[in-house]
């Protein structure tokens, strides 16, 4: 089993930046691809950014690539999602995941445990 919770959300400005963080427990954090969601209201759980369980290989939607990076420290147990020049578009609920598999995955039926998310509301 493992417990991923999510933390870093709030508001800020268009152009601004904010860095979200997923700490996980439970069994061993290196052999899980993980993964960040989002969900805006009104709208379907959209893909953001997943990152291999060595962390050699990342993903993107093109909607945020180049301004997200994601990243993850193993000695830490800690996963992160830096993400720059935010857009009032970009606001949602943001939501962790992690997968049995190593590769990431952009599809949320690839992950097997889930957060409670964390608010991210950028104002123009």
């Known amino acids: 089993q493992v417990h991923v919770v999510e933390s870093g959300g709030g508001l800020v400005q268009a152009g601004g930046s904010l860095r979200l963080s997923c700490a996980a427990s439970?069994?061993?954090?290196?052999?899980?691809?993980m993964g960040w969601f989002r969900q805006a209201p009104g709208k379907e759980r959209e893909f953001v950014a997943a990152?291999?369980?060595?962390?050699?290989?990342?993903v993107y939607p093109d909607s945020v690539r180049g301004r997200f990076t994601i990243s993850r420290d193993m000695a830490k147990n800690t996963m992160y999602l830096q993400m720059n020049n935010l857009k009032p578009d970009d606001t949602a609920v943001y939501y962790c995941?992690?997968?049995?598999?190593?590769?990431?995955?952009?599809?949320?039926?690839?992950?097997?445990?889930w957060g409670q998310g964390t608010q991210v509301t950028v104002s123009s």
């Open positions: 995941a992690a997968s049995i598999y190593a590769a990431p995955m952009g599809v949320d039926t690839g992950y097997n445990y």
């Open positions: 439970g069994r061993t954090l290196s052999m899980y691809a």
């Open positions: 990152i291999s369980w060595r962390g050699g290989n990342t």
